[in-house]
């Protein structure tokens, strides 16, 4: 259990690199062991003292961001910060903690850091009620089709669909079909606002007409509740 979280800021950017500073020593639970202008200078500096949180920009001379991070072993906690949203996608394929796009409010910093500050102290209902607000917030999530990185309105989506190893995530404009899990999309999705009714299907809570005798209805589109999620879906319709 920390009562403090080191941390250690790269961004070759000055002004950034101050505002930052600035922002880790107004957080009482955050002090800063570093601050450094290229990812080859604190690489030196961490072997000295092993921080427990970097902020991490992407777009550094001699060795990038997203490079440095994946040659770190073990990985400290990493948030990314920049000004291009587009990177998002393979950040948190590396396993970053938050993904802040510049100019970065000190609200929405500290959100970030309160929620792994909690998650670094065990408190779980914390942990959980932090993870739902930070995704609450998220209104789109970026997900790999084919060669291209998607940019998809999460208030957009209607239904998603399993398909063996792929899922097809049906819009109100169109039909996506990506390779990935029920688990991993779940973690990217708002919580609280989809579902999973049936192994091959999951829905948005909002996107429901009505439901009747075991199947629910959304737009032109009829989903089956299979008996092993009925129980649990019941249960949180009541909550509603």
Do not use: W
Not at 96 to 115: A, M, N
Not at 204 to 212: C, F, G, P, Y
């Amino acid at each position: 259990m920390k009562d403090v979280l080191t941390c250690i800021v790269i961004d070759d950017e000055p002004l950034i690199e101050e505002i930052l500073s600035d922002y880790i020593k107004k957080v009482s639970f955050l002090k800063l062991i570093g601050s450094f202008s290229s990812a080859l200078d604190a690489s030196a500096a961490m072997e000295r003292g092993k921080p427990d949180l970097l902020f991490v920009d992407i777009n550094m001379p001699d060795l990038d961001g997203l490079s440095f991070i994946s040659m770190l072993n073990p990985k400290p906690d990493i948030i990314i910060t920049t000004a291009y949203d587009e990177f998002a996608v393979k950040a948190f394929e590396l396993g970053v903690k938050d993904y802040l796009v510049k100019p970065i409010s000190f609200e929405r910093f500290y959100k970030s850091v309160l929620r792994l500050y909690q998650d670094s102290r065990g408190h779980s209902e914390e942990k959980t009620e932090m993870r739902s607000a930070r995704q609450i917030e998220k209104d789109f999530i970026f997900i790999r089709s084919g060669t291209r990185i998607l940019k998809i309105n999460t208030e957009d989506i209607l239904l998603i669909e399993g398909m063996k190893d792929y899922l097809r995530i049906h819009t109100l404009k169109s039909k996506i079909l990506i390779l990935m899990t029920f688990a991993k999309i779940e973690e990217i999705l708002p919580p609280g606002k989809f579902f999973r009714v049936h192994k091959s299907y999951m829905i948005a809570l909002d996107k429901i007409d009505h439901i009747e005798n075991n199947r629910i209805r959304i737009g032109d589109q009829i989903i089956p509740i299979s008996n092993t999620y009925s129980e649990n879906f019941l249960k949180m319709l009541k909550g509603y």
